[in-house]
């Protein structure tokens, strides 16, 4: 079914009508919902039938390959909205597995625990490869290029002054020298695009 909407996204992406964007935005948030648990998704446990995490993560990206370029295309056609929402989610996961951490540091987990960590991997799991496929167009043989709507996103998000290259700078920097991340790296106040900020 998504795959119709390929060539639609091809072939209209670039006029972006007000219905075009209606259904990408609903075709997109009811993809990332199916992926996630509830309460915020409708994503079905396996009931025990645990996978290795390693194996799943290069298994997902095969066997949904074709879902996952389609929807990656999709969140590029309202990048407005499919980073905001991904940046969202990841954020609020990753604090979830930093309370988790914290808390294992503390006592034991219970099964319930277990359960709920194993829900948030899969929840995290996904939410990063829904990412990569809005962020690079998946090529055979070749690198991965960044897609012009998301540095056009990155540019127009500049120029109306949602963010500012210092803060954008400091992302990429603690990125790079792989220290903790700086206080005001999440506020809103700081500014930093939202592009690294979900990269780091």
């Known amino acids: 079914m998504l795959e119709a909407w390929t060539t639609i996204l091809q072939e209209f992406g670039s006029s972006l009508d007000n219905n075009l964007v209606e259904c990408s935005k609903r075709i997109f948030n009811k993809y990332v919902q199916c992926h996630l648990a509830p309460p915020d998704g409708c994503r079905h446990s396996d009931n025990g039938e645990a996978e290795e995490i390693e194996d799943s993560e290069d298994n997902d990206r095969i066997r949904f390959r074709d879902q996952l370029q389609t929807i990656g295309m999709f969140g590029r056609v309202i990048p407005g909205h499919a980073m905001p929402v991904l940046f969202k989610l990841l954020e609020s996961r990753i604090q979830r597995l930093v309370s988790h951490v914290q808390a294992m540091q503390s006592r034991a987990m219970n099964i319930s625990e277990a359960a709920s960590l194993d829900n948030l991997f899969e929840d995290i799991h996904w939410i990063v490869l829904i990412s990569g496929h809005v962020l690079c167009m998946d090529s055979d043989g070749e690198t991965p ?11 127009e998000q500049h120029n109306r002054g949602e963010t500012t290259l210092d803060a954008t700078i400091k992302a990429f920097v603690a990125v790079e020298s792989k220290v903790a991340v700086p206080e005001d790296f999440l506020s809103v106040e700081s500014d930093p695009d939202r592009l690294p900020r979900q990269g780091y």
């Not at 290029?145 to 540019?155: A, D, F, G, H, N």
């Open 145 to 155: 290029m960044i897609p012009s709507e998301v540095m056009q996103y990155s540019i």
